[in-house]
């Protein structure tokens, strides 16, 4: 079987684990320490790596900002934004539907900056993955507290930023850097994401990492499964695939985390999260069945 078959189903298993690795890390580091700490060991991993194989480097300094612009939105601002905004008591039900927004964010924002033309087929295909994601996190959102969701008005806000922020940094990824080894291409990503997270962890948390074995555990998972592992693997799906169908597998995330933490937690699989994983995986399968009409550039 190709990696184009298997690319996706991997990218899903490695990607939805880094909400369960972030629930061990939150007890240990401040959220923008932690990332600073993963994005600079996945950088320094990553030229190990693009050293060792001969991967070739950008030639001219415009490809070079353009792979550092692009990791400034797709891991910088998103992940900080999103871990910030948990941190602050953001509910999961909330999160989860602000993530499940990034395929229409996509969707609708792709034929005016990378000219892809969805086909009707595919735009039901993600409405009902939206539906499906609503579906499975119902009764945490039938759960919440009025007044502690205006408490939280300003970390919704910067999870919503997050969101827009990796939807805008995918399509500039592939509009932009079509071309290029994606390797060094990643490695230069992370720069970007670094002048994001070094000053906020330097200003706001003091370099707060207890150290433990759990902190240490998490953050190696975090590097080499997810930063290096799923973010190749995303890079890889954006080059080759259509923009709006790679953005699509971000609906299969919160189901995944629900198996993951029943796993892991002992937390219930209930009926809500049951019925929404059938509507996602219907949804993905319409998305993704037939390619979308490409206008040329």
Same mark, same amino acid.
């Given at each position: 079987?190709?990696l184009?078959? %298997? ?5 899903v298993?490695?990607w939805?684990? $880094?909400?369960?690795? /972030? ?21 320094? /991993? ?21 792979a ?10 998103? *992940?900080?934004?999103?871990?910030? @905004?948990i ?7 909330? &999160?989860?539907? +602000? ?7 996509? @969707?609708?924002?792709?034929? %005016? =900056?990378?000219?892809?033309?969805l086909?009707?087929?595919q ?27 205006? #408490?939280s ?6 999870? %919503? *930023?997050?969101?827009? &922020? ?7 990824q ?11 291409i990643a490695t =230069?990503?992370? !720069? ?7 000053? %906020?962890?330097? +200003?706001?948390?003091? =370099? ?8 240490i ?6 590097v080499f $499964?997810? &930063? ?6 995303? =890079? ?5 695939? #259509?923009?709006?169908?790679? @953005? &699509?597998? +971000? ?16 937390e219930?699989?209930?009926?809500? +999260?049951? !019925? ?9 399968y ?5 390619q979308?009409? !490409?206008?040329?550039?």
């Amino acid at each position: 079987m190709s990696l184009d078959k %298997l690319a996706p189903a991997i990218f899903v298993l490695l990607w939805s684990t $880094g909400w369960i690795v /972030a629930k061990y890390a939150s007890l240990h580091a401040g959220p923008f320490t932690f990332l600073m700490i993963r994005y600079s060991l996945s950088a320094l /991993a990553f030229v190990l790596f693009c050293s060792i194989v001969g991967a070739r480097w950008p030639r001219d300094w415009s490809s070079v900002f353009r792979a550092i612009y692009s990791g400034i939105f797709l891991h910088g601002i998103y *992940l900080a934004g999103l871990w910030w @905004a948990i941190a602050e008591g953001v509910p999961a039900g909330i &999160s989860g539907i +602000i993530a499940a927004l990034q395929p229409l964010m996509t @969707a609708m924002a792709a034929p %005016l =900056l990378v000219g892809e033309r969805l086909q009707p087929t595919q735009k039901v295909g993600l409405l009902l993955g939206f539906i499906g994601i609503a579906i499975a996190i119902s009764p945490k959102l039938l759960t919440t507290d009025t007044a502690n969701l205006w #408490q939280s008005a300003i970390p919704l806000v910067v999870n %919503l *930023l997050g969101m827009v &922020s990796v939807t805008y940094g995918t399509l500039y990824q592939k509009r932009h850097l079509q071309t290029g080894d994606l390797r060094t291409i990643a490695t =230069l990503q992370y !720069v970007g994401a670094l002048i994001v997270t070094v000053p %906020l962890a330097f +200003i706001f948390e003091g =370099l707060r990492f207890d150290g433990t074995q759990t902190a240490i555990l998490s953050l190696l998972w975090s590097v080499f $499964g997810l &930063s290096m592992g799923a973010v190749g693997l995303l =890079l890889y799906l954006i080059r080759r695939g #259509q923009v709006s169908r790679a @953005a &699509s597998l +971000i609906y299969l995330m919160p189901p995944a985390v629900a198996i993951e933490a029943a796993i892991a937690f002992g937390e219930p699989l209930t009926l809500p +999260i049951i !019925v929404g994983t059938v509507i996602v995986v219907i949804g993905i399968y319409l998305t993704n069945r037939r390619q979308a009409d !490409v206008v040329p550039e």
